[in-house]
């Protein structure tokens, strides 16, 4: 049973940046697409970056310039770098991994933008 766990969130001064991470276990993690969603409140779900395992990468456009996402196979970890944070960027971000054509998420981490 795959499982995925998120930590690195928190509160963050607009200008700030964070690296979120993301441990999976009961997957052959190095052969499966992971990614990275937001859901801030009041509104959907919405994508922010994607890694295959050949380490291509997707991002949303508005974010693509300010956020980078990265993996260490050998961690079974995928990481989510965000720089110049804005109030906007408040949100839970969840993880999730491609998984014999399912995706599954993790529980999520909070990211507070706030002065």
């Known amino acids: 049973q795959v499982q995925l766990v998120e930590s690195g969130g928190g509160l963050v001064q607009p200008g700030g940046s964070l690296r979120l991470s993301c441990s999976a276990s009961?997957?052959?993690?190095?052969?499966?697409?992971m990614g990275w969603y937001r859901q801030a409140p009041g509104k959907e779900r919405e994508f922010v970056a994607q890694?295959?395992?050949?380490?291509?990468?997707a991002y949303a456009d508005s974010l693509k310039t300010r956020f980078t996402i990265s993996r260490t196979n050998a961690k079974n970890t995928v990481y989510l770098q965000m720089n110049s944070l804005k109030p906007d960027d408040t949100a839970v971000y969840y993880c999730?991994?491609?998984?014999?054509?399912?995706?599954?998420w993790g529980q999520g981490t909070q990211v507070t933008v706030s002065s």
């Open positions: 890694i295959t395992p050949g380490t291509s990468t």
């Open positions: 009961g997957s052959a993690f190095s052969a499966n697409t």
């Open positions: 999730y991994i491609l998984d014999s054509g399912t995706l599954k």
